[in-house]
């Protein structure tokens, strides 16, 4: 691991004290005495790549507990591997410290990085530790593995295939208008549901050997459930039509819903959910929801692809065609 | 690769307009349309895995050249593989870009890129791309390859190695100082040639099966000669003895130096060198001197490794001892 030689001297003191004890367990580090991490690949497999960088004041409020941010960065690149059917191997981490962040600070930030190192098996094996003078920021590169071949990739979507999206959706949207304060008359059970889940999601690993066997494709919803399904049906050139009335929401977000708090819309509009979307193929859906169930995920179908010429539908929860903007589907 | 949902719209078109065509010989990089890149590690050897971050106004100034920001952040990259004795594989790119940044700037950024992917084999697969509002950075992960069990480590010195140096020591410390306008007097020549190799440092690739077949071990010269010496010695438990007349300077540093404009002690310790430290065991030094220059590079002997409890010495050019902070070896 290497220290920014411009920042105070503490950064090789943070290394050696703070953030080696992470690796005990992890001789890939080198003990990060090294400016250089050394893995030996699973034989007979792929290394799945993915890097998601977090930025104070965009990604996280500099009031959010620092477990919880380090956390969170964990936890959105573990959904990316989540989603590509890979088992998390370790990561390189790059910490920019915003002036004046405190020891205590950073000793929370590195108990975040140590339970869900533990909770996951995202091992921490080096990176880079530098001062941000305009705001924190942190950036993760993780690394997983499949075997050789067997990587879920967004392309592979084929015309009657069932879509279907892990957990809930919506929650990511409504735990940040918690956070905003924009959720007045939500009832507290709620508020601490839906902040908790936008916090710290929850990387659908154990759907990654079901996505390998049953998947054609797959994606996280990050950018929220249209979006992504949009991104992915882009990728794979065909179409989608999507019924909002078989949505898996959480009892919070129907609570906001019936308060008039967000419409449906925002909700499969919202980013932050970090479940997983995959589209099966018709004849092996029953299956796969069958065996998800078995390693304790609710998995729902939500719609099917359809050919690229039939568009992108989504159907309201009366069933009529809605209006609703697919970012991805438009830029690639 | 991944977009910052709550950046401008136009970050999924940087992707597919200005990252993806980088990647058109890099199948790993599944042209930028997944999440994650995919990697098939080659048979019979480690992956080295390193990352730098450089932060806008701490590693670099806002007014340099975006293209040569760009070669920087690969260059300090592909320096820690050098010294590891890898073979540059691939990088994954977060970039946090600073409010209004714009077309222009990041076009001249990616010719960057793309200039040194082709120059040292160090193809984009995948990354991130977000909003910085507090200024940009960026933060590169590198992947290497070398032969099973042959990385080049920190840990590893033994007593009467040879100390080598890479090039030549101190244009990192000048070429900073040229930026700063702290350097009147100096030729124009020596300017330019100071300035460029602190902005376009050369990683010394080509060491790197040289340094598996004779290093006890190594460590790339970027937060000064002695601090770095300084870690190896922590690390191998071991001291080191360092003649300053021995140390090889550009013609342009001799010339400041000449003109009272940095002291030895400023170009032994200052920064941004990215040359080969590596110690050699003595009855190896002249062969791998001589195996040096075939593949282009000078390598100088500018020491001997010494046992811990003989200390950490340097010898001023007049042979007396001197007193030269070595941060690294107080903090291991």
Redesign the interface.
């Known amino acids: 691991m290497?220290a920014?030689?411009?920042?105070s001297?503490h950064e090789?003191?943070l290394i050696?004290t703070l953030l080696a004890p992470l690796t005990a367990h992890t001789p890939e580090a080198?003990g990060l005495?090294?400016?250089?991490?050394?893995?030996?690949?699973p034989v007979g497999h792929?290394?799945?790549?993915?890097?998601?960088?977090?930025?104070?004041?965009?990604?996280y409020l500099r009031s959010d507990p620092p477990e919880q941010i380090a956390q969170k960065l964990m936890r959105v690149n573990l959904s990316?591997?989540a989603?590509?059917g890979?088992k998390p191997l370790?990561c390189?981490?790059?910490a920019?410290w915003a002036p004046k962040t405190t020891r205590p600070w950073q000793e929370a930030f590195v108990r975040g990085l140590a339970a869900d190192q533990e909770a996951f098996g995202l091992r921490l094996?080096?990176?880079?530790t530098?001062?941000?003078?305009?705001?924190a920021?942190f950036?993760l590169?993780a690394?997983g593995a499949?075997p050789?071949g067997e990587?879920v990739?967004?392309?592979g979507a084929q015309v009657d295939d069932v879509i279907f999206v892990s957990g809930t959706i919506g929650d990511g949207f409504g735990g940040l208008q918690v956070g905003l304060h924009n959720a007045d008359g939500l009832s507290a059970d709620a508020c601490e549901a839906l902040l908790t889940r936008y916090r710290l999601p929850l990387p659908r690993l154990s759907l990654g050997p079901l996505l390998r066997r049953f998947a054609h494709a797959a994606?996280?919803v990050?950018?929220?459930l249209i979006?992504d399904l949009g991104?992915l049906c882009a990728?794979s050139e065909v179409g989608a039509r999507v019924r909002v009335e078989d949505v898996p929401f959480s009892d919070g977000v129907c609570e906001g819903l019936s308060k008039g708090l967000w419409s449906w819309q925002d909700l499969v509009s919202g980013?932050d959910d970090y479940e997983v979307l995959a589209v099966i193929p018709p004849d092996r859906a029953l299956l796969f929801q069958q065996e998800a169930l078995r390693v304790g995920l609710s998995v729902h179908p939500v719609g099917t692809i359809v050919a690229a010429q039939d568009g992108f539908n989504v159907l309201d929860p009366e069933g009529q065609y809605a209006d609703i903007p697919h970012?991805?589907y438009q830029?690639?």
Do not use: W
């Open positions: 290497s920014d030689d411009q920042s001297g090789f003191d050696a080198l005495k090294d400016d250089a991490a050394v893995l030996q690949p792929d290394l799945i790549l993915t890097k998601d960088a977090i930025v104070e004041g965009v990604h990316d591997l989603a590509k890979a370790g390189l981490l790059a920019g094996m080096g990176g880079d530098v001062s941000a003078p305009g705001g920021f950036s590169s690394f499949v050789h990587m990739q967004r392309t994606i996280d990050s950018d929220g979006a991104h990728t980013g970012t991805g830029h690639f």
